[in-house]
């Protein structure tokens, strides 16, 4: 590619909207260009990079043994009313109808038609296992869509979703896909971890998140330092209202301004007491004057939590409220807590407002983990730390292996084992070996393409822009002339590197726009390319080029073999 035939549009100003680097940057690139809340335009310059990472994602999930298809990004109601996902997936759900009235939705996922898609392709047990994938346009009508393409409304997802006869396959590949995604990331070239994860609006029995660390990131993980141990934290402001953990009925009982002992809440939910942990829930108003209701969970300064959980549920003020209110509330609420991924969480979990303490029992049984309050109405506790990092960092760890600590992380992967929750729902059937009709396992596996383009921003970045992994660049080699218009020799040395690199295979552009070298090197900095060559009149007398990686400051003058070991 020749960058004076391509469209290069980089800003000099840093845009004051975006809040986080990687926005800024996408945004000052020139990779991305807002439309609507939520909804972005990808440049050619953005479009290369997300192409880099579909075909990687796409080469390993083939290599894995997936099967590419397609599937359409809009989607009839009938099919979503077969799981009840119709009502039960909330706000995120864009509900669209056509001429005749008809109910349809945009695909925020596709466990709907891809059973459908089976139930009439699968028919015996001969064609599974059987993992089929896709990588599609997923719309999801998020609250805060925020942070450019990191939370995007309109987004590309690489979903996938397998068939299976009997739970040892369904486990085998869900392992395979555990260990795709590891494959996929690595070599991404981005630093991530492997945690455990809710299962939330998809349901089913295990799960785990991929999350490219950075300290941005909306969800913070907790990691044992003598173990494999790893949960997700899901702090409240990873936490849309829409995404509220659903009441189950053993809480409702518990989760009574009875006042019990732990140990009572514990034997009553069969789980061994692993610890106690403190509330804080609070009471306020939205900007429109609304009563809001939210808590959290805390350990240590319970005034940070309470301002994230404030800003998280859109309260423009908040107080604590009286022990009389707290009786009051949850008698009136429904119950509130119910499994949880890790051993703290701090959520927000109702309409209206309360505010007080309470103690929570946390424990771990073969469904996962499970919080419920006990002795609610209790006066705060002093202040401990004032960092909400203080949560659970140097904590015992739940496996009983190290201590646990906690960073930030930002979800780009999510494997799941579903079980048989949509074919049974949807009445999908295959012969098994003794021509008995059985609902197959599944189980679905999601990587955000397009967050991952962001997400590698927050951890590759400097005062200069992005600093690409290699394999996410737009290109690996810049080629840079220097004054071309008046050089012929410099334009032909150039134009002789570039076509020698081509034919060599290796990805590289020539910035033959005759901008002056610091405009030039500049952009070539901004937009994150790792290695610059520069071509000069200097250089070509001496017969060398001046070569420099992004990540050092140094340049060097190089023969063109020595050059060619740097960059081939
Ligand atoms: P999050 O917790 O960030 O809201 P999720 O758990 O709702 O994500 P999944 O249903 O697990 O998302 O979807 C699979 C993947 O799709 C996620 O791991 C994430 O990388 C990506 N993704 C989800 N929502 C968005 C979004 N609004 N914008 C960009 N990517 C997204
Ligand atoms: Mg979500
Ligand atoms: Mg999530
Ligand atoms: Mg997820």
Known sequence: MRLSQFHLNTEKETPAEAEIVSHKLMLKAGMIRKLAAGLYTWSPLGLRVLRKVENIVREEMNRAGAVEMLMPTIQPRELWEETGRWEKFGGQLLKIKDR??????YAPTAEEV??????????SYKQLPVNLYQIQTKFR??????????????????????????????QTEYRNMYDTYSRIFARLGLKFRAVFADTGAIGGSASHEFHVLADSGEDAIAFSDGSDYAANVELAEALAPGERPAATETLRKIDTPIQKTC?????????????????????????????QFALALVRGDHSVNEIKLSKSAGMAEYRLATEAEIRESLNASPGFLGPISATESIRVIADRSVASMADFVVGANEDGFHIAGVNWGRDLPEPEVADIRSVVEGDPSPDGKGTL?????????????LGNKYSEAMDCTVLDAQGKPVNPLMGCYGIGVSRIVAAAIEQNHDDAGIRWPDAMAPWRVAVCVINPKNNPDVAAAAETLYQNLQAAGVDAVLDDRGLRPGAMFADI????????????????????????????????????????????
Do not use: W
């Open 100 to 105: 005749k009235e008809a109910d349809y939705c």
């Open 114 to 123: 891809v059973t459908d898609f089976a139930r009439f392709e699968l028919a």
């Open 141 to 170: 009508d998020e609250i805060r869509p925020r942070f450019g393409v990191m939370r995007a409304r309109e987004f590309l997802m690489k979903d996938a979703y397998s068939f299976h006869l009997d739970d040892a396959s369904l």
């Open 263 to 291: 140990e009572e809440v514990a034997a009553l939910m069969g789980i061994p007491l692993q610890r106690t942990v403190k509330s804080v829930a609070i009471m306020g108003e939205d900007a429109e004057g609304k009563p």
């Open 405 to 417: 600590g906690i960073a930030r992380g930002i979800e780009v992967g999510h494997v799941f084992a």
């Open 525 to 568: 900095e901004l937009i994150g390319i790792p290695h610059r060559v520069v071509v000069s009149e200097r250089g070509v007398a001496a017969g060398t080029f001046e070569y420099r990686h992004r990540e050092t400051s140094e340049s060097e003058n190089l023969d063109i073999d020595a050059l060619n070991a740097r960059i081939r």
